[in-house]
T-cell receptor, first 114, second 113 residues
Framework: AQKVTQAQTEISVVEKEDVTLDCVYE???????LFWYKQPPSGELVFLIR??????QNEISGRYSWNFQKSTSSFNFTITASQVVDSAVYFCALRGAGSYQLTFGKGTKLSVIP | NAGVTQTPKFRILKIGQSMTLQCTQD?????MYWYRQDPGMGLKLIYYSVGAGITDKGEVPNGYNVSRSTTEDFPLRLELAAPSQTSVYFC????????????FGPGTRLTVT
């Protein structure tokens, strides 16, 4: 069975602060894939990043960075110098190599206050 | 290139009514999915399809049916609507399974009263 835990239900930060969203996962698969999606107030889900279980390199994309640590089964997401447009619900998700199902966490609602 | 489109955007049903949620993708993806999202929860998979003519149950299939007669379309049928089916429904597609990211439609907000 697969499980994704996002322990932070809601986070509020003031604009320009850095914020880290936590994601912890459980899987018995040796090969798996981790994803982050953003759901802005408009409701659609936007794909942000995919990480393969065999690639532990951290990734940076502009103000966004992701820290993948297999030793702690975590895939955390950091937004640097947050902006109001970052306000959204962020979902972490997991899929095993042989699975069609994407297992989502419950999401973290981020509010960036001007 | 519209991506994944869903209709309708909103719908109110009475208990016991039936309806079909439409989903179309123009990316020539083989894989398509239906999810439901309840308040404060992540998305749960209802049904998925790996190609035309092939469908399978996900985590929460009860009360729903699907068909996949073409690559582009993947309608979701609700029979005998119940209040427990009040939710936001998302259709998604992907080129394949495993590593391939899923692209989501805008969602359909359904209320059953």
């Amino acid at each position: 069975a697969q499980k994704v835990t996002q322990a932070q239900t809601e986070i509020s930060v003031v604009e320009k602060e850095d914020v880290t969203l936590d994601c912890v996962y459980e899987t018995r698969d040796t090969t798996y894939y981790l994803f982050w999606y953003k759901q802005p107030p408009s409701g659609e889900l936007v794909f942000l990043i995919r990480r393969n279980s065999f690639d532990e390199q951290n990734e940076i994309s502009g103000r966004y960075s992701w820290n993948f640590q297999k030793s702690t089964s975590s895939f955390n997401f950091t937004i640097t110098a947050s902006q109001v447009v970052d306000s959204a619900v962020y979902f972490c998700a997991l899929r095993g190599a042989g699975s069609y199902q994407l297992t989502f966490g419950k999401g973290t609602k981020l509010s960036v206050i001007p | 290139n519209a991506g994944v489109t869903q209709t309708p955007k909103f719908r109110i049903l009475k208990i016991g009514q039936s309806m079909t949620l439409q989903c179309t993708q123009d990316m020539n993806h083989n894989y398509m999915y239906w999810y439901r999202q309840d308040p404060g929860m992540g998305l749960k998979l209802i049904y998925y399809s790996v190609g035309a003519g092939i469908t399978d149950k996900g985590e929460v299939p009860n009360g729903y049916n699907v068909s996949r007669s073409t690559t582009e379309d993947f309608p979701l049928r609700l029979e005998l609507a119940a209040p427990s089916q009040t939710s936001v429904y998302f259709c998604a597609s992907s080129y394949g399974g495993g590593a391939y990211e899923q692209y989501f439609g805008p969602g359909t907000r359904l209320t059953v009263t």
